[in-house]
């Protein structure tokens, strides 16, 4: 569907200053942020990786193109990236690809770039960021790419990020999966242990996670623990429990409305608030009030928390801060509804005013193939966004990590095939906007405690002005 916005694009952003860099500067600039532009050599090789489509067979060489790809800035990055220009030049060996990390996930920028004709070919984002370039016009409709894709490809992508990687009412694509970042729940079992209290269990219920979190709060010595940690004044963070309690945080029918005043959404908001300020099971989320834990990493490796709910971005620190402690990831417990965890929708993307069109969509076909998710899962440790790759990934991080062979990483596995229970943040039209009304309000209740569930009630009207105040538009 084609997209428009409203008010015309340049009187809300700016063109290039002489201050700005331009695509030109990022070319030159590549090799000072730690990925030097790579230029694929004309020269035929032996046959890469295969991707979508093509039958495992090497891809036609594309005509001559030259491409700038905005790649993820992770120190590992470099090694992985250099890996897959090197099995793609194999391919396609008369296009030119260079890389750069600037501006990544920064929309402002990224946008100016792009107004000025400047824009990166394939870029990277990841939720209502990539809302944002598409309301603007910068983005071509994934959904017109993947038609060549074949059907056992598609199904091969994990279903819920696949999904979600369209906008809610609309036939448009945002994007390509770059990886999965999903929330566990994460235990320290010595804890448990001392506590004489069993470790979670696929079937735990919310009643059962209220229990454990009042028996794992306790004085440990000196030491003060909590028997969990949510990051609830977070947007992404506590929609799970609203979800689970069959609630929605945008009305699934209109995305310039919120739904945090309905009955379900109001009960999962207030079994958050009561474990913060009724039970006080949850650590505080102010840092004044747990003094020496600035970070919630800290704070579980130093066991002060039992338990914590995040994503698995954290799982390789959490590796290390652990050392030889006993811990272990779980199921987050089932709500009375559903069970539900964050999972993201981290994508790469092709510029609509790309002059290499072709060429884009051959490189974005590369970078989600089961052999790049393999070598991602390998390098950076991420968690691939195609089923068939999930296995590559547990063996790499237990070759890497010896210590984790005793980590339950069927957790992961079976979330993302079997149970399929995550879900993508559900997101306001003006999102920016809407936060401007959602974030005080959660602090109001999670944060100082000033306010009940029912705060999202008082500002339903003052909420559903600003999430359809931008002028955007998918029609």
Same mark, same amino acid.
């Given at each position: 569907?084609?997209?428009?916005?409203?008010?015309?694009?340049?009187?809300?952003?700016?063109?290039?200053?002489?201050?700005?860099?331009?695509?030109?500067?990022?070319?030159?600039?590549?090799?000072?942020?730690?990925?030097?532009?790579?230029?694929?050599?004309?020269?035929?090789?032996?046959?890469?990786?295969?991707?979508?489509?093509?039958?495992?067979?090497?891809?036609?060489?594309?005509?001559?193109?030259?491409?700038?790809?905005?790649?993820?800035?992770?120190?590992?990055?470099?090694?992985?990236?250099?890996?897959?220009?090197? $099995?793609?030049?194999?391919?396609?060996?008369?296009?030119?690809?260079?890389?750069?990390?600037?501006?990544?996930?920064?929309?402002?920028?990224?946008?100016?770039?792009?107004?000025?004709?400047?824009?990166?070919?394939?870029?990277?984002?990841?939720?209502?960021?990539?809302?944002?370039?598409?309301?603007?016009? $910068?983005?071509?409709?994934?959904?017109?790419?993947?038609?060549?894709?074949?059907?056992?490809?598609?199904?091969?992508?994990?279903?819920?990020?696949?999904?979600?990687?369209?906008?809610?009412?609309?036939?448009?694509?945002?994007?390509?999966?770059?990886?999965?970042?999903?929330?566990?729940?994460?235990?320290?079992?010595?804890?448990?242990?001392?506590?004489?209290?069993?470790?979670?269990?696929?079937?735990?219920?919310?009643?059962?996670?209220?229990?454990?979190?009042?028996?794992?709060?306790? $004085?440990?010595?000196?030491?003060?623990?909590?028997?969990?940690?949510?990051?609830?004044?977070?947007?992404?963070?506590?929609?799970?429990?609203?979800?689970?309690?069959?609630?929605?945080?945008?009305?699934?029918?209109?995305?310039?409305?919120?739904?945090?005043?309905?009955?379900?959404?109001?009960?999962?908001?207030?079994?958050?608030?009561?474990?913060?300020?009724?039970?006080?099971?949850?650590?505080?989320?102010?840092?004044?009030?747990?003094?020496?834990?600035?970070?919630?990493?800290?704070?579980?490796?130093?066991?002060?928390?039992?338990?914590?709910?995040?994503?698995?971005?954290?799982?390789?620190?959490?590796?290390?801060?652990?050392?030889?402690?006993?811990?272990?990831?779980?199921?987050?417990?089932?709500?009375?509804?559903?069970?539900?965890?964050?999972?993201?929708?981290?994508?790469?993307?092709?510029?609509?005013?790309?002059?290499?069109?072709?060429?884009?969509?051959?490189?974005?076909?590369?970078?989600?193939?089961?052999?790049?998710?393999?070598?991602?899962?390998?390098?950076?440790?991420?968690?691939?966004?195609?089923?068939?790759?999930?296995?590559?990934?547990?063996?790499?991080?237990?070759? $890497?990590?010896?210590?984790?062979?005793?980590?339950?990483?069927?957790?992961?596995?079976?979330?993302?095939?079997?149970?399929?229970?995550?879900?993508?943040?559900?997101?306001?039209?003006?999102?920016?906007?809407?936060?401007?009304?959602?974030?005080?309000?959660?602090?109001?209740?999670?944060?100082?405690?000033?306010?009940?569930?029912?705060?999202?009630?008082?500002?339903?009207?003052?909420?559903?002005?600003?999430?359809?105040?931008?002028?955007?538009?998918?029609?």
């Amino acid at each position: 569907m084609p997209v428009s916005a409203l008010p015309p694009f340049s009187r809300r952003v700016p063109l290039p200053s002489p201050g700005r860099p331009t695509r030109r500067a990022l070319f030159r600039s590549a090799a000072s942020v730690g990925l030097a532009p790579t230029v694929l050599a004309a020269a035929c090789g032996a046959p890469g990786p295969s991707v979508p489509g093509t039958d495992g067979k090497p891809a036609a060489a594309t005509a001559a193109a030259r491409l700038l790809w905005q790649v993820r800035g992770t120190p590992t990055y470099p090694e992985l990236v250099k890996w897959g220009l090197d $099995q793609f030049r194999q391919q396609h060996p008369h296009v030119t690809v260079e890389t750069t990390t600037q501006n990544v996930g920064d929309v402002e920028k990224t946008l100016t770039m792009m107004v000025a004709g400047d824009g990166p070919d394939i870029f990277h984002a990841w939720g209502h960021r990539m809302w944002q370039y598409a309301a603007k016009g $910068q983005m071509v409709n994934h959904n017109e790419l993947v038609r060549d894709l074949k059907r056992a490809d598609v199904d091969d992508f994990v279903d819920f990020q696949w999904k979600g990687l369209v906008i809610p009412g609309t036939n448009f694509r945002f994007g390509m999966p770059t990886y999965i970042n999903m929330v566990v729940l994460y235990y320290n079992r010595t804890l448990f242990q001392k506590r004489g209290h069993k470790e979670p269990t696929a079937d735990w219920t919310h009643d059962d996670y209220a229990s454990m979190l009042k028996l794992m709060t306790f $004085q440990d010595g000196e030491k003060k623990v909590w028997g969990g940690w949510v990051q609830a004044a977070n947007f992404d963070r506590f929609q799970a429990h609203v979800l689970m309690y069959g609630g929605h945080v945008v009305d699934p029918r209109d995305t310039k409305k919120s739904a945090l005043h309905e009955a379900p959404a109001q009960q999962g908001l207030e079994w958050l608030r009561a474990r913060y300020w009724e039970d006080q099971t949850l650590a505080p989320l102010e840092e004044a009030r747990r003094p020496g834990q600035p970070s919630r990493f800290e704070a579980f490796s130093g066991g002060h928390i039992a338990t914590l709910e995040d994503g698995m971005h954290g799982f390789q620190g959490v590796v290390k801060a652990m050392g030889n402690q006993e811990w272990n990831i779980a199921h987050v417990p089932k709500g009375p509804a559903r069970r539900a965890v964050l999972g993201t929708t981290d994508s790469w993307a092709l510029w609509k005013n790309t002059k290499a069109k072709d060429a884009g969509w051959e490189l974005l076909k590369f970078i989600t193939s089961r052999e790049w998710y393999e070598q991602q899962a390998r390098i950076d440790g991420t968690i691939p966004s195609r089923k068939s790759a999930l296995d590559s990934w547990v063996k790499a991080n237990q070759e $890497q990590w010896p210590s984790t062979h005793t980590v339950n990483y069927r957790v992961v596995t079976d979330a993302l095939t079997t149970l399929n229970y995550p879900t993508v943040d559900e997101i306001f039209l003006c999102q920016a906007e809407a936060l401007g009304v959602v974030q005080p309000a959660l602090d109001a209740l999670y944060k100082t405690g000033t306010k009940p569930a029912s705060v999202f009630a008082e500002v339903r009207t003052q909420l559903d002005a600003a999430a359809g105040s931008c002028g955007i538009s998918f029609a």
